[in-house]
């Protein structure tokens, strides 16, 4: 029996040498194709399982013209996006399919309309579509089928899946200022992204229902970021007239927050009432767990794969999910310390 090169990707040829047959013959085997006996071909096929061959994706699909997998394109790993991957994966179980999940190289210098590149690399010889989380452009066509999760502001008229950012804000407002919380700062997300504008929308909403003051100088920008939090919670902290609360948009920022006053000397929740949103694993084991608004980010995962789905298999599905998110009260909110 020949030996085969491991070092090296297994090829079409490596099989037919080891197998003792021509390149031909197991290209039929590979594509199921007819004139081979059944002998000869589970030879070849028990060849293939011995030496670990597996065709191209390309390859296949340039003959197929489907590859049988599906993508999830992200900006980045960050916990938002491994939760939503996780109820994708799950999700892709019950289908033929396969799963991609793509974080492609940044320089940096591309904040918005990132997922264009990817798509342009993937579409068509790796993918058969995507999921594309936050996607920023606001293209509605794409060369594959395409479900947003928590687009930009531009894109609705994608397939979407988000929650109600709006609703869940006011909830968290007015959950602290039942505690009776009455300087309340805010700490947004991302200002390209729908979901940030809601959640502030949502705070001041939830404010201006109470009879309070919007004071502007206790809204600050977090960016969805732990690094980009840092600078406006020292500021809205260090201030004559620090808030005694603040609602973050999402748990990185909260988080940070926390950081940030103890670094100031405050106590949570003793002198400072910290809640955030989306409900990540880090939230529930951080040292002072977080009270937080819950985002089903596994389940939002799930949905937007099976509308893929049926975009790929040319079914009809929804164009806007829309799900509703829940207050988990733990450590990080007590009644404010000094009225």
Same mark, same amino acid.
């Given at each position: !029996?020949? =030996?085969?090169?491991?070092?090296?990707?297994?090829?079409?040829?490596?099989?037919?040498?080891?197998?003792?047959?021509?390149?031909?013959?197991?290209?039929?085997?590979?594509?199921?194709?007819?004139?081979?006996?059944?002998?000869?071909?589970?030879?070849?096929?028990?060849?293939?399982?011995?030496?670990?061959?597996?065709?191209?994706?390309?390859?296949?699909?340039?003959?197929?013209?489907?590859?049988?997998?599906?993508? !999830?394109?992200?900006?980045?790993?960050?916990?938002?996006?491994?939760?939503?991957?996780?109820?994708?994966?799950?999700?892709?179980?019950?289908?033929?399919?396969?799963?991609?999940?793509?974080?492609?190289?940044?320089?940096?210098?591309?904040?918005?309309?990132?997922?264009?590149?990817?798509?342009? =690399?993937?579409?068509?010889?790796?993918?058969?579509?995507?999921?594309?989380?936050? &996607?920023?452009?606001?293209?509605?066509?794409?060369?594959?089928?395409?479900?947003?999760?928590?687009?930009?502001?531009?894109?609705?008229?994608? &397939?979407?899946?988000?929650?109600?950012?709006?609703?869940?804000?006011?909830?968290?407002?007015?959950?602290?200022?039942?505690?009776?919380? =009455?300087?309340?700062?805010?700490?947004?997300?991302?200002?390209?992204?729908?979901?940030?504008?809601?959640?502030?929308?949502?705070?001041?909403?939830?404010?201006?229902?109470?009879?309070?003051?919007?004071?502007?100088?206790?809204?600050?920008?977090?960016?969805?970021?732990?690094?980009?939090?840092?600078? &406006?919670?020292?500021?809205?902290?260090?201030?004559?007239? &620090?808030?005694?609360?603040?609602?973050?948009?999402?748990?990185?920022?909260?988080?940070?927050?926390?950081?940030?006053?103890?670094?100031?000397?405050?106590?949570?929740?003793?002198?400072?009432?910290?809640?955030?949103?989306?409900?990540?694993?880090?939230?529930?084991?951080?040292?002072?767990?977080?009270?937080?608004?819950?985002?089903?980010?596994?389940? !939002?995962?799930?949905?937007?794969?099976?509308?893929?789905?049926?975009?790929?298999?040319?079914?009809?599905?929804?164009?806007?999910?829309?799900?509703?998110?829940?207050?988990?009260?733990?450590?990080?909110?007590?009644?404010?310390?000094?009225?």
């Amino acid at each position: !029996m020949n =030996r085969v090169n491991t070092s090296n990707r297994v090829t079409m040829a490596d099989v037919a040498r080891t197998a003792g047959v021509s390149v031909a013959t197991v290209s039929k085997v590979v594509n199921n194709k007819d004139g081979i006996s059944e002998a000869r071909a589970q030879h070849v096929k028990d060849v293939i399982a011995q030496l670990g061959y597996t065709a191209s994706l390309g390859a296949q699909s340039l003959r197929s013209r489907n590859t049988g997998v599906l993508g !999830m394109l992200v900006a980045d790993f960050e916990p938002f996006s491994t939760e939503l991957l996780k109820g994708a994966s799950s999700a892709i179980k019950a289908t033929d399919y396969e799963l991609l999940a793509y974080s492609g190289k940044s320089d940096g210098s591309t904040k918005y309309g990132w997922e264009r590149k990817h798509l342009a =690399r993937l579409s068509g010889t790796l993918i058969d579509g995507a999921v594309i989380v936050t &996607p920023t452009g606001v293209e509605t066509t794409f060369p594959v089928p395409i479900v947003a999760v928590d687009p930009h502001i531009e894109t609705t008229q994608l &397939p979407t899946v988000r929650c109600d950012s709006y609703a869940g804000a006011i909830t968290a407002t007015q959950y602290l200022i039942g505690l009776g919380h =009455r300087r309340i700062g805010f700490l947004g997300g991302r200002t390209d992204l729908q979901s940030s504008k809601d959640r502030e929308a949502g705070y001041r909403a939830a404010l201006v229902d109470a009879g309070l003051d919007i004071d502007e100088s206790l809204i600050g920008d977090g960016g969805y970021s732990s690094e980009l939090t840092i600078g &406006p919670a020292t500021t809205l902290l260090s201030g004559p007239h &620090p808030p005694t609360a603040i609602f973050a948009a999402n748990d990185l920022s909260a988080i940070e927050v926390i950081k940030v006053a103890e670094s100031l000397g405050l106590s949570v929740p003793h002198d400072l009432s910290v809640v955030g949103f989306d409900n990540i694993p880090e939230a529930a084991l951080f040292h002072t767990p977080l009270t937080t608004m819950a985002q089903p980010l596994q389940e !939002m995962g799930a949905i937007a794969m099976d509308m893929l789905v049926r975009l790929v298999a040319g079914q009809e599905t929804e164009t806007q999910v829309i799900l509703d998110t829940t207050l988990v009260v733990r450590d990080s909110c007590g009644r404010p310390a000094h009225k």
